[in-house]
């Protein structure tokens, strides 16, 4: 188990960036960051000339190995995905001209049901965990199926290869296909806590695999079914994903199912499933109504403009939940959302504000500096991580990822190994070097990346 | 010269696709494409069982080297960029928060200035160059920068790697910054001319390299600059090409700098430039009125989204466009666009229509073989090549590339050499196959590219 490995202390060095507000991106070219045998940062030295200085400065460090970023290289916190459905990766890329309810019926039904199978799901969530490691993405909020044998397989999927998740498996008892759904309220019940105990009993401190409780979302569940869940969650102290407003006619359809609701939100504050431990994924047709009460009950927002560009369900307007209060992650979801790649869902949110901009005021634009923190610290608020990874503080864990960028020779051509689409040219500052990986890098550029301080992708 | 290289005839095998109009995508999975000594397709046959018939029912083919797509890879048309700026590729992924008039004049004209330096331009362009062959561009309308001799360099490259160019030397002579401008509208003249003579003297078939009348845009060219440019190109027969309507505040500016005119498309007209063999970028906020002028004109449209995204230029109102009958390709725009791949522009050509769609009607929407289109046949029709490349039809030249997908073993890894981040599972028909790499697919999968023929990239 990559988790458990022993390791040494080891120090990074040379330039370091991340987030410390979402306005403000760190970089610190001549760093020194000290980790500790239980993977936590011991120390941060800065302005560092002589790499022994540091090393006689603190006790115990005289044998860490050193690791050097690079001249154009750089430290950066691993990504946080707070919302995908790894059980949809082999439809990555297939979607067409469908929007959510048709999309679910073409696409998404038929394969989720198939990882009913050992084998398929072993490879399927294999690959989509080899994916999102490369990807630089250190934790995961992951979906799987109704299935309690293969959501199991995926949580230990995740605890071997050492990514930190939440794993989920997904309830529904009405509205789905005759194959594929829960048989009653009680199964839905059942069967999510016999993942929850399973996924507690092979990580009993939770540290890299926690279960999350995972209705679907409103259409696909009775409001008794709702309400158990919200039920089993207090009692068993478990966190909540789910979906919400994420396109139009979704709105109107859970108006019309559960007519008695003042609000999408309603229906889940009702089950008692809005809590500061729920993460909701899409928030884009919201009424300011309902995002007072998200806030009050300290609801967390998974973003995902990706899917939402990609399903045509609109614009989340992000600059108004951020000034509203509310705490902010992106989601890749996949696969209304075309790739498992956190660094593509900030260019993807970046497009998402501009669009809004065009349509309402400048501010909406999100920076490279702010679709940064979400995607890192604003990510670990959500899904309850906060002050522990997301960001190179003492005391938090050496969650990262080594970001190396190609130089251009003189003549033209590229080198280095790790020499994807970006091109150096020489003048660039670090700020510089950071946009280029933002706009034109992919996981080419994540040479290494760390949870705990374990390895856990190498390129 | 790549160009000029002798080739001897070769069979392409297996799976072809190419649009055969906007809305059509035609995938053969047993197909055989012959293509002879001049780099011309001879024919085309679909539903071999047996390559060995092929070669008998044609006189001559004995020899010819056989070409396999392999078993998820097929052959695609080259794609054709109609717009970029190779002088600008340094500043790739850094534009911040700007816009327009503020990227100009922080970003472009300084890095612009800088490529009077024959050595940087040699670095600069051939980089470049390597770049767009390398996403499968075997067609590409260039801009350069006002300084004639490595204008002509750029043209020298192209023609040494064997990609078709238009290559043009920009002309400005207002409001522009002292260190970066034409002297008079004598000199743009003259200027322009000697690239035209130059370029047209390297390559007097014109079959790789030709010159492009290209003022910068309104805002930059007096009213005598832009006639005399016209006047120009009349003289001698060139293409022209520069930008039109691509934010808001430009069109006003346009608006009180000639405010004899009726429109920033009058303007143009005006002076001679709305020609059949012109080509302008942008087109995001034209009026009816302007929109009938370009059309009667014959001009033909550049589309080029993810610089309008980046920039927050606007969303050109694309399915308008073609309904109304006009032309439209595909460009870059790098580096108001942020990646010199035209795949990466066929995704964002979706995500500009599906915002399109999201603030008018469904209708609005491109699909995935429309996003094709642009980047392969209309593409061809933008820059003058209708009916020579973008496709695959006997009497069309071999423009391609061979596109490979990695495979997902059982246990979820990847194997193959050109496994980039498309993941096929096996289930996959080849409609999906063709959708996962426009989705999730980059340079990676793109394993040779070919021009006229002749083996132009290869990964």
């Not at 992951?142 to 199991?152: D, K």
């Not at 609801?299 to 307007?317: D, F, M, Y």
């Not at 500096?369 to 995607?375: G, I």
Request: hydrophobic share 35%; charged share 20%.
């Amino acid at each position: 188990m990559a988790a458990s490995v022993p390791i040494g202390k080891t120090i990074y060095c040379g330039t370091f960036a991340h987030c410390r507000s979402l306005s403000e991106l760190d970089i610190c070219a001549k760093g020194a960051i000290g980790v500790d045998e239980a993977g936590v940062i011991a120390f941060i030295e800065r302005e560092v000339e002589e790499i022994e200085d540091v090393i006689k400065k603190y006790d115990g460090w005289n044998d860490a190995e050193v690791l050097q970023s690079g001249e154009s290289g750089f430290f950066f916190p691993g990504f946080i995905d707070t919302h995908t459905h790894a059980s949809q990766h082999p439809n990555t890329g297939l979607f067409g001209k469908t929007t959510l309810l048709s999309w679910l019926e073409t696409y998404t039904f038929p394969m989720e049901s198939s990882l009913s199978s050992l084998s398929k799901a072993a490879t399927v969530y294999s690959n989509f965990v080899s994916r999102t490691l490369s990807h630089g993405t250190t934790t995961c909020a992951y979906y799987a199926t109704i299935h309690v044998p293969t959501t199991n397989l995926l949580a230990d999927i995740c605890l071997k290869r050492g990514q930190r998740a939440l794993v989920g498996r997904v309830c529904m008892n009405m509205m789905s296909p005759e194959y594929y759904r829960d048989a009653s309220v009680s199964d839905a019940v059942k069967d999510s806590k016999a993942s929850i105990d399973y996924i507690r009993s092979i990580d009993p401190s939770g540290d890299i695999v926690k279960p999350i409780i995972t209705p679907r979302f409103a259409p696909s569940c009775t409001a008794e079914c709702l309400a158990g869940l919200g039920q089993l969650a207090k009692e068993t102290g478990t966190s909540i994903q789910t979906h919400i407003s994420e396109n139009k006619p979704e709105v109107q359809l859970v108006r019309e199912l559960f007519p008695e609701s003042k609000s999408y939100t309603d229906v889940y504050d009702t089950a008692g499933l809005l809590t500061p431990k729920t993460i909701l994924a899409h928030a884009v047709h919201l009424s300011a109504e309902e995002v007072q009460t998200l806030k009050q009950s300290g609801t967390k927002i998974s973003h995902c403009p990706a899917s939402n560009t990609a399903l045509t369900s609109g614009c989340a307007p992000v600059r108004q939940l951020l000034d509203v209060g509310l705490t902010v992650g992106l989601g890749t979801d996949v696969s209304g959302g075309f790739s498992p790649s956190i660094l593509e869902e900030c260019r993807q949110a970046i497009w998402v504000s501009r669009f809004v901009a065009m349509n309402t005021a400048d501010d909406a634009k999100l920076s490279t500096e702010e679709v940064l923190y979400l995607a890192t610290r604003g990510g670990a608020q959500v899904v309850g991580l906060d002050g522990k990874v997301g960001g190179f503080d003492v005391g938090m864990e050496w969650d990262a990822q080594h970001i190396c960028l190609g130089a251009v020779k003189e003549g033209g051509e590229q080198e280095g190994r790790f020499a994807g689409n970006v091109d150096l040219f020489g003048f660039e500052t670090a700020e510089d070097r950071v946009n280029k990986w933002v706009y034109s890098g992919d996981d080419r550029n994540t040479k290494s990346v760390w949870v705990r301080g374990r390895l856990v992708h190498r390129r």
